[in-house]
Nanobody, 124 residues
Framework: QVQLVESGGGLVQTGDSLRLSCAAT????????MGWFRQAPGKERESVAA???????SYLDSVTGRFTISRDNFKNTLYLQINSLKPEDTAVYYC??????????????????WGQGTQVTVSS
């Protein structure tokens, strides 16, 4: 079973950038659908970005242009670059793994395992 560990979160100011990382151990994830989710206080978890084995990506409309999902198969690691951070980006960010050979798609139903999350807090 794959284990996912996120890192890179922190307290930043509006307009700053962050790169979140998700290290996978236990098995290779190079052919798996991978994604990032976030959950803000008092809100449901939402799917913000996904990437498939072809490096095809999908993004939540509200983050398109500011978020970039990528993967390094040699390091077995997933990334999320977040630019022009806004206070409404404040949330716990989780990475997730889905099935192999699955086209990029958003939504919890496409994923079956999540990491423990990393907190991103954006001050205004």
């Amino acid at each position: 079973q794959v284990q996912l560990v996120e890192s890179g979160g922190g307290l930043v100011q509006t307009g700053d950038s962050l790169r979140l990382s998700c290290a996978a151990t236990g098995r290779n994830i190079d052919t798996n659908l991978m994604g990032w989710f976030r959950q803000a206080p008092g809100k449901e978890r939402e799917s913000v970005a996904a990437i498939d084995w072809r490096d095809t990506t999908s993004y939540l409309d509200s983050v398109t242009g500011r978020f970039t999902i990528s993967r390094d198969n040699f390091k077995n690691t997933l990334y999320l670059q977040i630019n022009s951070l806004k206070p409404e980006d404040t949330a716990v960010y989780y990475c997730a793994v889905g099935a192999k050979w699955t086209p990029a798609a958003l939504g919890s139903k496409f994923f079956d395992s999540w990491g423990q999350g990393t907190q991103v807090t954006v001050s205004s």
